[in-house]
T-cell receptor
Framework: KAGVTQTPRYLIKTRGQQVTLSCSPI?????VSWYQQTPGQGLQFLFE???????NKGNFPGRFSGRQFSNSRSEMNVSTLELGDSALYLC????????????FGPGTRLLVL | DQQVKQNSPSLSVQEGRISILNCDYT??????FLWYKKYPAEGPTFLIS?????DKNEDGRFTVFLNKSAKHLSLHIVPSQPGDSAVYFC?????????FGTGTRLKVLA
């Protein structure tokens, strides 16, 4: 079974631009979560989607948004990029059937100049 | 409000010895805990998990211990190998989200 895939793997943007990241979950997984990792900050939860509905959201500004499609694929969008948005963005999927394990993709490395 | 804490940012261990990584949590409602291993520029890889109905779970060289009264879990790696050098994150399953600690960088010395 294929793992979680994320595209693109690397991105360079300038301040003020917007960016869209994509995540394809493991087949059969209906829950997709997004995290931001910056040095020394661990993994900060952005949001979680299940059946095209956002069920939970972390403490990030409204510039960060996401959506999920009927095939469970998810996208994350960041508008008006700031230098501090430079990070590794990770997507994880799970079956969301109870006590369960999230499986992560390789991440998208975003650099904002 | 850091609900999951890993107070040791780094740990060095000799090859063949035991590595013990610690994690504390504050929310007694958490009932599922996980450990992930992460190499630079890669996504975290699932290692081992434990539910709150157990106090120990083993998988090969990896054992996770859960002390609910102390709200503490630990990951033991025996014997440690150079390939285990990575950042280790503990996580707790919350409501439709996972809360991660800030990670412990393990370095296994050959």
């Amino acid at each position: 079974k294929a793992g979680v895939t994320q595209t693109p793997r690397y991105l360079i943007k300038t301040r003020g631009q917007q960016v869209t990241l994509s995540c394809s979950p493991i087949s059969g997984h209906r829950s997709v979560s997004w995290y931001q990792q910056t040095p020394g900050q661990g993994l900060q939860f952005l949001f979680e989607y299940f059946s095209e509905t956002q069920r939970n959201k972390g403490n990030f500004p409204g510039r960060f948004s996401g959506r999920q499609f009927s095939n469970s694929r998810s996208e994350m969008n960041v508008s008006t990029l700031e230098l501090g948005d430079s990070a590794l963005y990770l997507c994880a999927s799970s079956t969301s059937t109870g006590l369960e394990t999230q499986y992560f993709g390789p991440g998208t490395r975003l650099l904002v100049l | 409000d850091q609900q999951v804490k890993q107070n040791s940012p780094s740990l060095s261990v000799q090859e063949g010895r035991i590595s013990i990584l610690n994690c504390d949590y504050t929310n007694s409602m958490f009932d599922y805990f996980l450990w992930y291993k992460k190499y630079p520029a890669e996504g975290p890889t699932f290692l081992i998990s434990i539910s709150s109905i157990k106090d120990k779970n083993e998988d090969g060289r990896f054992t996770v211990f859960l002390n609910k009264s102390a709200k503490h879990l630990s990951l033991h790696i025996v014997p440690s190998q150079p390939g285990d050098s990575a950042v280790y994150f503990c996580a707790a399953q919350g409501t439709y989200k996972y809360i991660f600690g800030t990670g412990t960088r393990l370095k296994v010395l050959a």
